[in-house]
Structure formats: C-alpha cells, structure tokens
C-alpha cells in the first residue's frame, strides 16, 4: 500500500492511542463547521497518522450531534487517503459477542435528520456515488489479516445498524434489524461511512462489541457493562491498530 497518511476516528472509550508521538494539535475550521476537536498529528510504529476522538477527547458530543461532515471533510483536506473507524457496537446475532472485534463489510442506515452528505448545493458534482460495497476492500482485509496473524479472535464480517440513538433500542426493534440481516447495531456509522465515500476515502471499520443489543442478553444494558467491555477489548484494538499501521 502507499505511504498517505492515516487517519484514525476514536469512538466511545478510545480518546488517545497508547505510544503515539504528538507533533502538533491542529485546530480546523470546515465549511461545514468544527470537527469534534482539533486534529492530533503524531507518529505511531513510524506511520504518520492524525487522529481524531468522534464524541470529542473528553466524550462531550452525542452520536446525533457529532459534525460528520466536519470530521470527514477536515480528515480529508489534510491528505488523510484513508481512515481506520472505531466504534462500540451492541452483538445482535450469535457470534457477535460482547467484547469481539468485527470488521463489517455491510450496513443499514436507519439515522435521521443528520447531515448526511456533501451534495447539497454544488448540484454540478456526480451526487450518487457507488456504496454496493460500503467500506474500503482493501482496508478491511488488511484488518482481518492482521488481525488474524497476531492472534485476534475477530469477525471478518457483519452488516451493521446504524441507529439514531442516543437511547439504546427496544427489543421489537433489534428483533427488525435482525429480521433486516443486521449482526451488530451502533449510532455512529452513518453517514460517517458515505461520507468517507463521498469525498473519496477508503475507509473501514473497526468495531468493538461492547454488550448484547437489547433482548439478546440477560436483563438491562448497564452503562457499567457497557464501559467495561469497551475497556476491555481496547487494548486488542489498539494492538491491532499498531500492527496494522507496520504494514500499511
Ligand atoms: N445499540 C446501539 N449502539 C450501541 C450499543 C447498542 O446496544 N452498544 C454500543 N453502542
């Protein structure tokens, strides 16, 4: 693969990544307004990457209110080719247990009100861009690989749900997504995805199970399960991404 920087979108739980070295912070302002904090440039495992925290470094933007089109737009118009997204997800179908990593190849939008593409005015640009396949081949395949080689025990594929939230879901309403074909169900995937796509980037998805989705477990979802299963699997995700970063 090519040497183009990285960009690197941390979701619930993942603010910093362990060992970057930080050269400068940079404050973007986006026709599309801020991004959710200044972009963190720094060096990992001898990649140039940029990262960036999705709900802000100190988890202040709910799913709905994060600025999509800013984070994508900014992450972009510094020369990021591709990014790498992680996000929590609730395990919906049989292997999609609480504190597996997946790398879905498929998603569902089921978000509204978000601004959720970049076609609005500019009508003279191609506004349809292909999104049969959703997440960037090549990307989500070196994850997998990797993955595999230091010994992950990872899903190489799911269709994720992308919901409105920011309530968790009802049971008749994860029954739907299943019925749908969804394995994993998040509230931050869309439009961030198309938007990716949108402005060119091979993008692809790194998500975290963070609890059964709503009916597929015991009880309630407690934010305590919830964090702690995100806590846990944080230190895979940050292997893996290390590792992904010495061969990209
Ligand atoms: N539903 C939606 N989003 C989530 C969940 C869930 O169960 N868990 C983590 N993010």
Redesign the pocket.
């Known amino acids: 693969m090519s040497e183009s920087r990285i960009g690197i979108i941390g979701g ?1 739980g993942l603010y910093s990544l362990e060992g970057l070295e930080i050269t400068h912070r940079e404050v973007m302002h986006t026709p599309f307004g801020e991004p959710s904090g200044p972009l963190t440039h720094g060096v990992l495992n001898g990649r140039d990457i940029v990262f960036l925290a999705r709900h802000g470094y100190s988890h202040t933007i709910p799913p709905h209110r994060v600025n999509y089109r800013a984070n994508i737009w900014a992450l972009k118009n510094i020369g990021v080719h591709r990014v790498i997204a992680v996000a ?3 395990g919906i179908t049989g292997e999609m247990r609480p504190r597996r990593i997946v790398i879905p190849d498929q998603i569902i939008d089921y978000t509204w009100a978000r601004a959720h593409t970049f076609f609005e005015e500019d009508l003279s640009h191609v506004t349809h861009v292909d999104f049969t396949e959703p997440y960037c081949r090549e990307l989500r395949e070196t994850l997998v690989r990797v993955a595999r080689d230091i010994g992950l025990d990872i899903c190489d594929r799911g269709t994720y749900a992308a ?1 409105q ?1 920011p309530r ?2 009802s049971t008749a309403e994860i029954d739907r997504l299943e019925r749908d074909g969804c394995d994993i ?3 931050t995937g869309m439009p961030e995805t198309a938007l990716a796509r949108e402005l060119g980037l091979c993008y692809a998805s790194c998500a975290v199970v ?2 059964w ?2 009916g597929r477990g015991e009880g309630e ?1 407690t934010m305590e399960e ?1 964090n702690a299963n995100i806590a846990a699997s944080l230190s895979e995700v940050r292997h893996l991404l290390g590792a992904v970063l010495k061969v990209v």
């Open positions: 619930t929590a997800v609730g919901m939230g968790l879901e169900v998040g509230m963070a609890n989705a709503a979802i919830v």
